[in-house]
């Protein structure tokens, strides 16, 4: 066993395995003031534009950094985000974000929620600086992370919240302790099921240390094609009782007709602990999901013990999670800055839906 210093103290990390060390952009080093200004920021709902919604109500930490829904519920009560929560443990090893991956970077996709009417609201990143500076405690913390001049911007704050994100990952899986030389870790049934995954080629895709590409560069996307096999028969009925051929994909990114139905290549870490599955959430157990990976995306029908064993070792593919505490967010003495919620989805109506 490899221990790695990381922020929070050495955490174990094992050869061949799960990586030795999160992938950290040069303009954005990590400092625990940072992290802990970010993790402040991830929990803070007034960086909604009601003020009741953070990112944590969508990828809970103290779950499975997910919301356990099929689609989310967005600010104000809208119904209307389109995909499955991705989870935000690991997700710092994602190469793109987003299930089309049009995010190259955690910094990246941290915009997109905050000013996404249908997800946190706000208006525009004017809005988002304005109700910071409004808080004491932010002021304060934002001059010492970035330095006293201009500290809260809308930049600085997806990098204080990509920053506490990639403390959020989960080594030391029973796969991973396996692959260390414990084969006690595992179990027969496992141990099929991982020589299932490769014989029957899913590792073509879910491949790497992640089980997510096969050693794709960070801003650079690994997609496929799903379904990818859909005039096989199995596969067609499942495609309409799940609606799988709805989303068009990475063509709404692109515009490029080869893309459509193009979906970034999720990790199988921690997988057993993400249901419901796929880009729209229809499937609520990991033995179907299984089944109709193998028949849509390599034509495959698997036997009841196929899926056993595959599901055995899907759930030997999850981590050991960190343990998350609430931060204690700085308040605003004697003042409230919550009176022009109204005043805010107004310019916020008006932004997206212009005469």
């Not at 249908?118 to 405690?137: C, F, H, S, T, Y």
Request: hydrophobic letters at 40%.
């Amino acid at each position: 066993m490899v221990l790695a210093s990381g922020l929070g103290g050495a955490f174990p990390v094992l050869a061949n395995s799960f990586p030795a060390k999160v992938p950290v952009p040069a303009d954005n080093p990590m400092t625990p003031q940072k992290v802990a200004l970010g993790k402040q920021l991830y929990f803070d709902p007034r960086l909604s534009l009601s003020g009741d919604f953070s990112c944590d109500t969508c990828h809970r930490v103290m779950g499975n950094g997910s919301d356990g829904l099929p689609l989310s519920f967005g600010v104000m009560g809208r119904v209307d985000v389109p995909r499955h929560t991705p989870t935000v443990y690991n997700a710092a090893f994602n190469t793109v974000q987003f299930w089309d991956g049009r995010a190259k970077s955690l910094e990246d996709q941290a915009k997109g929620p905050l000013m996404n009417p249908v997800e946190m609201g706000m208006p525009n990143a004017k809005a988002i600086v304005d109700r910071l500076e409004q808080i004491p405690g932010y002021r304060k913390e934002f001059g010492l992370v970035f330095g006293q001049k201009d500290s809260i911007s809308l930049e600085h704050v997806v990098q204080a919240i990509a920053t506490y994100e990639r403390t959020l990952i989960t080594p030391d899986s029973p796969y991973d302790r396996y692959m260390a030389g414990d084969k006690k870790a595992m179990n027969t049934a496992a141990v099929a099921g991982m020589h299932d995954l490769h014989t029957m080629g899913c590792a073509a895709c879910h491949a790497g240390m992640m089980f997510d590409n096969p050693g794709t560069k960070m801003g650079t996307g690994f997609f496929q094609k799903f379904p990818l096999q859909a005039h096989n028969q199995e596969c067609v009925a499942y495609v309409h009782k799940y609606d799988l051929d709805k989303d068009p994909g990475r063509f709404n990114v692109t515009k490029n007709p080869a893309d459509e139905h193009d979906f970034k290549v999720p990790s199988l870490r921690n997988v057993a602990l993400r249901a419901p599955y796929f880009h729209n959430g229809s499937v609520a157990s990991l033995p179907t999901a299984v089944r109709i990976m193998a028949a849509c995306q390599l034509g495959k029908s698997l036997s009841d013990k196929q899926v056993h064993d595959i599901v055995a070792f899907l759930g030997d593919l999850t981590g050991k999670f960190p343990k998350e505490t609430m931060p204690r967010l700085p308040q605003t003495p004697g003042k409230a800055i919550m009176m022009q919620v109204a005043k805010l989805e107004t310019a916020s109506e008006a932004l997206n839906n212009p005469k």
